[in-house]
């Protein structure tokens, strides 16, 4: 996954904010998500104008991680969420 890539939310998704997370759903498809916080936390943040290197700076902030786990973890949730159609990648940053 590029680490530049600036996700953005699908436009037919609708969700709900849970007290320790979200819940997702494509109601097009029938299909929904369960997110944990953190997961929910880079959701919000797929607005088409952060990349996937800047969410994990925010996440080691956030959740006081190392670099390296809030980048994996980033990452693997970006491409999770577009592989399943919940989110798009809109751009990249150069």
Known sequence: MNTQACPKKAENIRWIERKNGAILLDPAKGVYLKL???AADIWRA??????????SKDMVKIYNIDDTCAARDAAQTVKYLSK????KISRYKR
């Open 36 to 38: 944990n916080r953190t």
């Open 46 to 55: 797929c607005d088409g104008t952060k990349d996937i290197d800047e969410m």
């Open 84 to 87: 399943a159609g919940f989110i």
